[in-house]
C-alpha cells in the first residue's frame, strides 16, 4: 500500500508528454528514458543535468550514487587479443557535494556578456546553502577578479576576491564581492569552495542585492 502512494505522489508531480518533460512542482526527478541524468524543477521550468560518472540518478534518496546494478569491474577490448581490466574505486577521499550538487550552464552569467537582461541570484539563490557546479556554457568558475559592473546579465558583478586554490578534495572560504553602485567590493558575502579532483563546487547563498549575480569564466 505504501509503494502504490509513493507511486502516485511520483506521478502526480511529473509527467511527460509525447517524451517531453513537464513540470507540475519544483524538485528533483528521475529521468526514464536515462538514469545517468535526472530532472530539476524550479519555478515550472525543467533542467535536465548529469550526475557525474559513472553515477547515476536515485530518486529514493535524491543523489548520484554508485549503480548497483553493474559491476565495479569494467574490461574494455583494446585489441581482438588484448584485454585490460579496470577497476573503479570509490572516491573516498571527495566531500559529499562533489557528488551531489546542481549544474548550471547558463552562458549569460560569463563576464564576456554585456547585455543587462535584470537576471539576479537574489532569488535564484535562499539564505541555505546551495552546492553549485558552473560547467559548459556558464564556464567552470566563479570570476577570480574585479568584473565591471552590468555585466553577466545582471548589474551587481560577483567575484572572489584574493581567492586561494584548494588541493584535490579540500574546501577553501572564499570572499564573494559585488561591483556596482560605483564600488568594487559591496555586500561582501563568505562562501566555501571545494576541489572535486577536475572541477571546482561552491557553496552559494542569495546576495544581499535584488540586482546581482555570481559571475563565471
Not at 539564505?127 to 557546479?133: I, L, P, Q, S, Y
Amino acid at each position: 500500500m505504501q509503494k502504490l502512494v509513493a507511486f502516485y505522489m511520483l506521478i502526480s508531480l511529473v509527467k511527460c508528454i509525447d517524451g517531453m518533460f513537464i513540470c507540475e512542482n519544483d524538485g528533483t526527478f528521475e529521468n526514464p528514458t536515462d538514469r545517468s541524468t535526472f530532472w530539476h524543477c524550479a519555478n515550472g521550468i525543467n533542467y535536465l543535468k548529469n550526475c557525474p560518472s559513472p553515477l547515476v540518478w536515485s530518486q529514493a534518496i535524491q543523489t548520484c550514487t554508485w549503480n548497483e546494478e553493474s559491476s565495479t569491474t569494467i574490461a574494455p577490448t583494446i585489441a581482438s587479443t588484448d584485454i585490460v581490466s579496470t577497476t573503479i574505486t570509490t572516491p573516498s577521499s571527495l566531500p559529499s557535494q562533489c557528488l551531489n550538487y546542481t549544474s548550471i550552464t547558463d552562458g549569460t552569467r560569463r563576464t564576456t556578456n554585456t547585455h543587462i537582461l535584470a537576471e539576479t541570484d537574489n532569488t535564484y539563490f535562499s539564505k541555505t546553502r546551495t552546492w553549485v557546479r558552473f560547467e559548459g556554457d556558464a564556464g567552470t568558475r566563479i570570476a577570480e577578479s574585479t568584473v565591471p559592473s552590468n555585466r553577466c546579465g545582471s548589474e551587481g558583478a560577483g567575484w572572489l576576491k584574493h581567492p586561494q586554490e584548494p588541493e584535490i578534495g579540500e574546501t577553501v572560504t572564499q570572499t564573494a564581492c559585488f561591483n556596482m553602485l560605483g564600488m568594487s567590493c559591496i555586500w561582501p558575502v563568505k562562501i566555501p569552495m571545494t576541489n572535486c579532483d577536475g572541477f571546482f563546487v561552491y557553496g552559494l547563498v542569495a546576495p544581499a542585492p535584488s540586482n546581482a549575480r555570481y559571475c563565471t569564466i
